[in-house]
């Protein structure tokens, strides 16, 4: 592929430049000069329909229509009208009284001085009738042109104003019509002055900038690229390298850079290999914490292959080699069923960290007996402690007696759990959460209770799910997680987490992990080990 000179590059980009500055400038230059001059033709329609609402007796009106006949006052309102549409650019001007179906003139500058206009009746324009009932029937109506293309009157831009009479009574309404192609002229006029004024200073602007850019820097740059080329052929010699470049500028401090860019890359050359080594040792180790975190958590599936009255099963994806989320479950005695999820403050190593230290904190408080909410007041205390680093986690924290179905609960700042009862959907648990651990001494936190009947099912997550972003960053949400739970209701737990997998990585598509992915999934199936419901 053949290269182009960089002068040549800047001819292009300054010429795009051009061409661009000149369309963003003339279609702004249009769209405002249309909507400043369509609003200044708008304010002087209207002040035309004021002025004659104003000047108009519009207790005259009523016997106008009864009888038919004029007199010098009416005489007087017609040569007002038919001077000021000779003295203006108006097209239109006149009174009518609206009726259902059509209109009847009083007046209109239109008609001949032998065939005043009174009393002549023909139907409305294209919605005519809607903006005359507008404008008869507020006593403020709204000062926006109506643009129309009629067969008669032909392409015109009209403004309605009411005549009110003695008692403040609207009685008939002014219009005022003025030739749309006569506007579009002088808009047209006046953005093409503009633009051929952006395009003249535009060109001269770019022009000299051009002769400037040539002068000041693409022909020092030729020279440094020349001395570049010098260096690159030299690397591998042990001698100094002389540029001989003095612009005073940016381009001469560049120059004494490459020189001392020669020394750093002969030792770059030289240490590139040992850190290439240590980089290796790095990813072994981080490969290594990856199988520890990951044999920390329960993994082995079925969990407790000789018990029928649950079935439990957990997933989770660090957005890292390590991650702050961890899920547990363990038996506190033969009839209690602890369930753990929880998210660490941050991510990576550190995180993984107080994970590890979290988990085997809250483990050995609640194989004492102790219950949710004294295992994490505990918990609280003991990290806050030496928490130096003022890391926290939040924490959902369950206990289920599985002889019952009764589950015991606390939550320290956590998502809100989802259950399926048997023949229902899944559904938010609206808990109250309580504050992080970690984050206070002194916290105390308050359990709550929920019956779990043979057949419910127990949905637990950290907000790597309801968080999980695509491309456009919208959110995976909580509306998305019930719907796909409800789309495998009555699967099993493995089943169940696998198909939202799924639906999150549809969702996510090629955009990065960002947070931790962490579900747990219970079944519960009553102390016989038989289900009821649909999940059965």
Excluded at 14 to 29: D, H, N, R, Y
Excluded at 32 to 50: G, H, I, K, L
Excluded at 327 to 344: E, I, K
Excluded at 497 to 503: I, Q, Y
């Amino acid at each position: 592929m053949k290269k182009r000179k960089l002068g040549t590059k800047l001819v292009l980009w300054l010429l795009s430049v051009t061409v661009v500055i000149v369309l963003l400038s003339g279609a702004l230059i249009a769209v405002s000069s249309y909507r400043n001059e369509m609003q200044n033709y708008s304010n002087a329609v209207f002040s035309y329909a004021r002025i004659a609402s104003e000047l108009i007796d519009g207790d005259r009106i009523a016997a106008y229509e009864e009888s038919g006949e004029t007199d010098e006052y009416f005489d007087q309102i017609q040569r007002f009208f038919t001077s000021s549409v000779k003295e203006s650019d108006l097209l239109y001007y006149y009174v009518f009284i609206p009726y259902e179906n059509d209109l009847m003139y009083i007046w209109d500058s239109d008609a001949s001085e032998d065939e005043p206009p009174l009393g002549y009746r023909e139907k409305y324009m294209k919605d005519g009738g809607k903006e005359a009932v507008k404008a008869i029937y507020r006593s403020d109506p709204p000062e926006n042109m109506k643009i129309t293309r009629d067969g008669t009157y032909g392409y015109i831009a009209s403004a309605f104003y009411p005549v009110f009479n003695g008692n403040g009574e609207p009685v008939a309404v002014v219009g005022v019509d003025l030739s749309m192609p006569d506007i579009l002229r002088q808009i047209t006029r006046t953005v093409s002055i503009l633009v051929l004024s952006v395009l003249l200073i535009t060109g001269l602007s770019v022009a000299a900038m051009y002769f400037s850019i040539r002068k000041n820097i693409v022909k020092p740059l030729g020279r440094l690229n020349s001395a570049a080329k010098e260096t690159v052929e030299n690397i591998d010699r042990e001698r100094e390298l002389d540029l001989d470049i003095h612009t005073g500028d940016e381009l001469e401090t560049l120059a004494g850079s490459f020189d001392r860019m020669y020394g750093d890359l002969r030792e770059y050359i030289a240490q590139n290999a040992a850190i290439t080594a240590e980089q290796e040792r790095i990813g072994t180790e981080l490969t290594l914490a990856t199988k520890i975190q990951a044999d920390m958590l329960p993994n082995d599936f079925p969990a407790f292959p000789d018990r029928n009255d649950f079935d439990v099963y957990a997933v989770m994806t660090p957005a890292k080699e390590v991650g702050g989320d961890f899920y547990d479950f363990f038996m506190t005695d033969d009839d209690h069923l602890a369930l753990v999820m929880a998210d660490v403050s941050g991510k990576g190593v550190p995180a993984a960290l107080f994970m590890m230290m979290s988990k085997i904190m809250i483990q050995n408080q609640a194989m004492t007996g102790k219950s949710p909410k004294e295992v994490l007041t505990a918990v609280n205390e003991q990290i806050c402690q030496n928490n130096k680093e003022q890391m926290f986690v939040t924490v959902w924290l369950g206990i289920l007696e599985l002889s019952t179905g009764k589950l015991t609960a606390v939550n320290a700042g956590h998502e809100k759990p989802i259950i399926k009862q048997p023949g229902g959907e899944f559904e938010l648990i609206l808990d109250k959460h309580g504050f992080v651990v970690g984050g206070m001494e002194g916290i105390r936190y308050k359990e709550y209770e929920t019956e779990l009947k043979p057949g419910s099912v127990l949905f637990i997550y950290t907000d790597g799910l309801t968080e999980a972003t695509r491309a456009d960053e919208e959110l995976f949400g909580t509306a998305r997680a019930l719907e796909a739970l409800n789309g495998v209701k009555d699967g099993t737990p493995k089943e169940i987490l696998e198909f939202v997998e799924e639906k999150v990585s549809l969702f996510a598509g090629d955009t990065p992990q960002f947070d931790d992915l962490t579900m747990l999934c219970l079944q519960y199936n009553g102390p016989d080990g038989k289900m009821t419901g649909k999940a059965e």
